[in-house]
């Protein structure tokens, strides 16, 4: 039972490494506590947005194109929909960070952007109401990832390249050895593998697992909540309104248009409660304030948006400064780890396949993932 490559959780980013690596003709087996795509960590809920010029810093834009190539080239080989070009309206006020770096990503990489006042941006589309204070910077070319969707993809293209993917199958135990010796892993129900070099993205987990790597990460599991409402489909469908991020000071928000009659969805990006990953999350609405934060947004900037028709629970893995992890271990130069997303890392998900697959094979990777390293928290 030994691998050239141990790709640890087959999620968001685990599943796209372990198309990487089979591409590229190595022996790889995914591991998974479930059935991915499944809804028990960070990537369930039928959208996730994309956006290249980016409110949470300049620094992501190049990651970003280099995704949204990558997610382009799946495109080209599924016959799956993965991705909606419904443009992404980022709402802020002028002197605030995000709107300023939406701005400056946007001229420093001769990104497509257009900056409307609130008066414009309720004329183009009717469904919002933005008070005069709040400005509007529209990216044409953004837009929506169908993110099972994207999984089931990557899943179905790793398989066929000649990866093995074990499901139900929950990682107990990492065994490393110094000076890039075989890595020994064992699973919950028994099995015992072997790898020459491990990819750890376990999401939610990551915390729990890198203990036993001697690793105490800094990221914290969050329950976030999410919903859809009904919503008049010639003011706020897929043709006629785009997926939209609010930063409001004070709190953030981010939705998208009804896809396929879904009903207007929004999610509130700051905030939520501390979780344990393994105990049953306490579902949408039992938890108070968790209509009401939603209610209250689209009071003020949707009112024409209908009632709630369904609301979920989902997982954001947050590091103190909400930037990612996605790095070697600086032991064991034959692991590396992808984690702590923070609530912004599904756009970039086939970007960090392809570094952690870089990072296992040579050791290095072209994009600058120093931002990302693990030695900023020492
Ligand atoms: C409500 C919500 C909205 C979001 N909106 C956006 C958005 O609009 N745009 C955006 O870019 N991002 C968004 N995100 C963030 C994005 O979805 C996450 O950053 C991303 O999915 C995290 O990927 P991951 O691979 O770390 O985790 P996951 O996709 O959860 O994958 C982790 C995998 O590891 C497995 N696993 C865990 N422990 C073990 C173990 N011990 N052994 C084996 N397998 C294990 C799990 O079963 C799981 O399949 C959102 C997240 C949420 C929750």
Same mark, same amino acid.
């Given at each position: ?10 999620? $968001? ?9 089979? &591409? ?8 998974? /506590? ?29 990651? /970003?194109?280099?995704? $949204? ?14 991705? #909606? ?8 006020? %002028? ?9 400056? %990503? ?61 499901? &139900? ?28 070099? *491990?990819?750890? %993205? ?16 800094? *990221? ?13 489909? +010639? ?11 609010? +930063? ?9 248009? %009804? ?16 979780? &344990?990953?393994?105990?049953? #999350? ?29 609301? #979920? ?7 103190? +400064?909400? +930037? ?9 130069? &034959? ?6 997303? $923070? ?13 952690? $697959? ?21």
């Amino acid at each position: 039972m030994h691998y050239q490559h141990i790709v640890i959780g087959a999620g $968001s980013m685990g599943m796209a490494a372990g198309y990487f690596l089979a &591409n590229q003709g190595k022996e790889v087996l995914m591991l998974d /506590a479930f059935n991915p795509p499944h809804e028990q960590g960070s990537h369930h809920g039928g959208t996730r947005l994309i956006r290249y010029a980016y409110g949470e810093g300049v620094e992501y834009v190049p990651f /970003a194109i280099r995704a $949204s190539e990558l997610w382009q080239t799946l495109q080209a080989e599924t016959p799956r929909e993965i991705f #909606k070009q419904t443009g992404v309206l980022n709402v802020g006020r %002028s002197d605030g960070v995000f709107v300023r770096n939406v701005c400056e %990503s946007a001229k420093t990489f001769e990104l497509p952007l257009a900056v409307l006042t609130a008066a414009e941006v309720n004329e183009k589309w009717p469904g919002l109401t933005l008070p005069a204070d709040l400005l509007g910077c529209f990216e044409p070319t953004s837009g929506i990832l169908l993110v099972e969707e994207c999984i089931a993809a990557y899943r179905e293209a790793a398989l066929k390249a000649g990866a093995e993917l074990r499901l &139900n199958s929950r990682v107990i135990r990492i065994n490393p050895q110094q000076g890039n010796e075989p890595v020994t892993i064992e699973t919950a129900d028994g099995a015992v593998f072997t790898a020459d070099a *491990v990819i750890v %993205s376990v999401g939610a987990w990551a915390g729990e697992l890198l203990q036993q790597l001697d690793l105490k990460l800094p *990221v914290t599991p969050i329950r976030k909540t999410f919903a859809w409402y009904e919503a008049t489909n +010639d003011l706020y469908d897929e043709q006629s309104f785009p997926g939209f991020a609010f +930063d409001l000071g004070d709190s953030a928000y981010y939705g998208f248009p %009804s896809v396929a009659g879904a009903g207007l969805k929004l999610g509130r990006h700051d905030g939520g409660l501390p979780i &344990n990953p393994d105990e049953p #999350k306490q579902a949408f609405g039992t938890v108070k304030g968790d209509e009401e934060e939603l209610t209250e947004f689209l009071r003020r900037f949707m009112p024409q948006v209908g009632a709630l028709k369904e609301g #979920k629970t989902c997982m954001y893995t947050m590091t103190p +400064d909400e +930037d990612f992890v996605i790095d070697l271990h600086p032991t064991y130069r &034959n692991i590396a780890i992808a984690a702590g997303f $923070s609530g912004h890392g599904f756009k970039f998900a086939s970007a960090v396949g392809e570094i952690v $697959s870089d990072l296992v094979t040579r050791g290095e990777t072209t994009l600058d993932i120093s931002p990302f390293s693990l030695d900023r928290f020492q």
